[in-house]
Each structure stands twice: as structure tokens, then as C-alpha cells.
């Protein structure tokens, strides 16, 4: 069974703010939800989405598994390198420089499958541990899926993943597995993976680096985009950073925050 296009658009332009998500973040990867609908579909032996919009309204349960079928799990290494060689070049070494003794923390939020969090721990341990005066990162990375967060603690990836990643950081932070590359146990007992939905709860922090790329800021309404710049705030340290996706902003009238002119999404917390 496959679901037109037009049927899906419709249904998601109905269902989606009743979830507080958000109709234009869904526009370009609204096929990989369309496919899991008309899986979902079949499951239930229901022929098309006027259907299961009646399902949802009888059995409020599904609306949880719904809610599953439209997390969106894109990740790689490196993914858009700018942002990784801005954090290399302008945000770590600061860090290093000024909490010189102290553990450095790093929220990952929407982590996936363990990519962003493991580029972090690869960029400081290869260019900037050294002289970093003591301190040392440790990174705390949240996703709602655990079966994307399962894959990242394994902390192994196929080629595909890590094409982007630069030569040296692959040549130092992994080992063969066969046809997989699996991150070196001393780097991923750095990380720590835990399940948590940004919608009801986050982690205490405080945090001196908070990554919240294409997720929230795309995919949430603009008042659940506040409630989260909210609690991001609340964990950062003064003059902490926070790290948008490229194509992300924080909503409009959004004050305490300084923007990273020569970078977009990238974001400071002042006093």
C-alpha cells in the first residue's frame, strides 16, 4: 500500500500541531513519514488516512504511536562541516582556554545515533585536550528514539557515515570491525546516552556547550520553541554557547542572547 503524496500532506498538516509540531519543518522529509504511515496502515488493516484520523479520534493511545512514526533520525559525521570547523576553531579552544581545570560539559540534544556527540569528543581529544590546562569534555547526549540511541552506544558506523569526518580524526578515535568503524572505548566512555523527550523534561545541566541541531527548531511550534530556548537558557553558563542547525533561528523576540555573526545558529547566553 502506498499513500499519495497529497492524502499525506493533508493528514500531516492535520495531525501535526496536535502533536506541537510543526507543518513546514515535516515539507522535505515528509516521505520518510508518508512511508511509515502507510506502514502503519497496513498494521492496522485500514485502506486510507481519513481512516486512521478516525483510529486516532477512538483510540487516543495511537496518538503516542504516531508521534513515533515522525521523529526524524538524519545524522552522519560532520554533518555540515562549517559548523564543526567553527566549533574547532572559535568555540573549543575558548573552552580550553577559560574553564582550564574544570570538566567541560556538553549537552547533545536530538542526538540520534551518537554522530554529534562523538564529533565533539573527536575534536577535542585529537586538537585541543592538550592544552586545555586539565580540563576535560564530557558529553551528555539525548534523543527520544531508543532505537537510534542503542546504535550509539554501540558506537559503531558503516564508511557511509564518516565520509565527511576529516582523515585524522578517523585515523585516531576508531577501530575496524569488519565493514563497520566502532569508536574507540576510551572516546565513548566520554559519552553518556540517555532517553529524554525535550517536550516534557530536560536534564539539570548547568552546561557550557548546548547542541540542539535540526530538531527543535525545526520540527516544534514556535510556542514549544520558546519553552525549550527557555530551558536551554536555564542550563547554559553565562556566556555558555548555544548551537542551532544552519538553517535554524531562534524564535523571534528571543532576548539574553548574543548571535555569532560569521556563523549561523550559533548562539551566546549573556547575563
Known amino acids: 500500500m502506498r499513500v499519495k503524496d497529497t492524502e499525506c500532506v493533508r493528514f500531516l498538516q492535520w495531525g501535526l500541531p496536535r502533536l506541537r509540531l ?41 496518538w503516542a504511536v504516531l508521534d513515533g512514526l515522525c521523529h526524524i533520525t538524519i545524522s552522519r559525521f560532520y554533518r555540515d562541516r562549517a559548523v564543526f570547523d567553527y566549533l574547532d576553531e572559535k568555540i573549543l579552544p575558548v ?20 554522530e554529534e556527540a562523538y564529533t565533539l569528543l573527536l575534536l577535542w581529544t585529537a586538537r585541543h585536550a592538550a592544552r586545555a590546562s586539565g580540563a576535560d569534555l564530557r558529553v551528555l547526549a539525548t534523543d527520544v528514539d531508543e532505537r537510534v540511541l542503542e546504535r550509539a552506544r554501540k558506537g ?17 578515535g576508531f577501530e575496524r570491525a569488519g565493514r563497520l568503524y566502532c569508536v574507540k572505548p576510551a572516546l565513548r566512555d566520554k559519552a553518556l546516552f540517555q532517553r529524554q523527550d525535550l517536550r516534557t523534561g530536560m536534564p539539570a545541566g548547568p552546561f557550557d556547550l548546548i547542541l540542539c541541531r535540526n530538531a527543535a527548531f525545526t520540527y516544534f511550534d514556535e510556542a514549544l520553541q520558546r519553552e525549550v ?28 542572547w548574543f548571535a555569532h555573526p560569521h556563523q549561523p545558529g550559533v548562539y551566546e547566553k549573556r547575563g
Open 95 to 114: 573552552l580550553a582556554e577559560t574553564r582550564g581545570g574544570n570538566v567541560l560539559r556538553c549537552w547533545s540534544a536530538g542526538c540520534a545515533s551518537g
Open 156 to 172: 559503531c558506523y558503516t564508511a557511509g557515515s564518516l565520509r565527511e569526518l576529516p582523515p585524522d580524526l578517523l585515523a585516531q
Open 229 to 256: 530556548l527557555r530551558g536551554f537558557y536555564d542550563r547554559l553558563i553565562t556566556c555558555g554557547v548555544l548551537v542551532l542547525g544552519r538553517h535554524e533561528a531562534l524564535p523571534p523576540g528571543a532576548q539574553g
Open 22 to 62: 510543526r507543518w513546514p519543518g515535516f515539507r522535505k522529509v515528509r516521505g520518510q513519514v508518508c512511508k511509515r504511515l502507510a506502514r502503519r496502515l497496513r498494521e492496522l488493516n485500514l485502506m486510507e488516512l481519513s481512516a486512521y484520523a478516525a483510529h486516532l479520534d477512538a483510540h487516543p493511545e495511537e
